[in-house]
């Protein structure tokens, strides 16, 4: 007997997963990084290597440097995408209050301009 799924949740439920993976990864990020700096992985590049002129170990802590911030700005931005679409897909259904809205130059003790 075949089972019928009902493929309306699926894109949300999808979509609740994606953001629980993105979570999941800018936890590690910071784990994974303090494991690569630990000194089995450290001296296994700091030995009289040279490259471009460069000692081997220094091109693997800025190496390494400038590939965290490039992952971290690239999960940053994928966390920022995933929340926006979160908030947007609620619609109007949350509880929050909508910001009043202000007369354009009419704060803090300035008066509007009279016509003459």
Known sequence: MTEVRDTADEPH?????????LRDVA??????????VL?????????????????????????LWALIILASGLLSRSLVRHEMTDTQGEGEETDRPKPAKRNAGHGRGERPEREA
């Open 13 to 21: 439920r999808a979509h609740r997963h994606s953001g629980r993976r």
């Open 27 to 36: 936890t590690v990020l910071p784990l994974a990084l303090l494991l690569l």
């Open 39 to 63: 000194p089995p992985y450290i001296r296994i590049f700091d030995q009289e290597s040279w490259l471009g002129g460069v000692p081997l170990l220094l091109v693997y802590i800025f190496g």
